[in-house]
């Protein structure tokens, strides 16, 4: 069978619709990207195009196909893809990490807007693909940026994309959270920053969208999803520079309950930031100089 290749995304994303996809057109043409090899501009342009007349190509419409019913069934487009951008970056994904989200870009703005010296020190709790790390080490190319992940295979994933990016001037370590940084004889960080899972276990979101099929533990945490923020918050003091900042990314339900819990441990400036629904979802605080 032979059609055009808008109908060919048509038809799959009516499926993906039906699937209750929540983003079904963008969902098709990021997959036929994937197995066709072609950019977004070429496929607005050779929109008409007949497929299906060539060997080569009945063999990337059964690819197309398999993935679309993947998807169907609720696997993330970024797990099928492999890879997902993130402040502009191609990063590689696994499904042992977190897929980049958009909102997780306010952590990286807030994180710049405090990075204001030349260089510095710049530390990653539980950086999954690295995308934080990433992005402010390709924002901030004279500061050291650094990553923890206490999967091994998460740390394996982030410094294939350092490489892969060519952003050598981050690095990326196994340690369960500060565990691995304590006999550490460097200095102390100017920033330290982290997206920890901070979402109940009775949450009803965990079985719905990609969520389901993302790893529990970089998801969910105990006290109703606050434990981890609660632990970073009482233990990032001892890494951090005179001065230097904490930021987290939380809830959007979250915030007045982070801004307690930094105030009550003796951090100044406490404040939060929006993300692009206009929800609060990062809170940071200032180490007294």
């Known amino acids: 069978m032979t059609l055009t290749l808008d109908a060919l995304l048509r038809r799959a994303a009516e499926r993906l619709l039906h699937a209750s ?18 950019d977004r501009t070429w496929l607005y342009t050779w929109g008409d195009r007949t497929l299906g007349e060539a060997p080569c190509e009945r063999f990337l419409l059964a690819r197309f196909d398999a993935l679309i ?42 994180a710049l807007e405090r990075a204001d010296a030349p260089a510095g020190r710049f530390l990653d709790m539980g950086t999954g693909t690295g ?8 924002e901030r190319p004279d500061w050291q940026v650094h ?31 500060f565990a691995a940084l304590v006999d550490n004889p460097a200095p102390a960080f100017e920033l330290i920053v982290a997206n920890p899972p901070y979402i109940a276990e009775s949450d009803p979101h965990l079985a719905r969208g990609d969520v389901r099929f993302e790893p529990r533990s ?8 606050r ?27 979250q915030a007045t309950d982070v801004r307690g819990m ?18 609060e979802r990062v809170s940071l605080g200032q180490r007294p100089v």
Do not use: K
């Open 69 to 110: 019913a993947a998807r169907v069934q609720g696997l993330p487009v970024a797990y099928l893809t492999g890879e997902r951008e993130f402040w502009g970056l191609r990063l590689a994904t696994s499904r042992e990490t977190l897929i980049p989200r958009p909102d997780t870009e306010t952590l990286v703005e807030a």
């Open 147 to 177: 990553g923890v992940d206490v999967r091994p295979e998460a740390v394996a994933l982030a410094r294939r994309n350092a490489a892969s990016l060519e952003l050598n001037n981050a690095d990326f370590i196994h340690s369960d959270w």
């Open 218 to 225: 970089a998801l969910v945490a105990g006290d109703d999803g």
């Open 262 to 279: 930094l105030e009550r441990a003796g951090y100044t400036q406490v404040a939060s930031v929006c993300d692009l629904g206009g929800h």
């Open 21 to 38: 996809s929540p983003s079904p057109r963008l969902d098709a043409e990021a997959l036929w990207m994937h197995v066709s090899g072609r």
């Open 227 to 253: 434990a981890d923020l609660r632990y970073l918050i009482d233990h990032a003091g001892a890494f951090l520079a005179a001065g230097g900042w904490l930021a987290l990314e939380h809830g959007h339900t």
């Open 131 to 138: 995308a934080v790390a990433l992005a402010f080490a390709s």
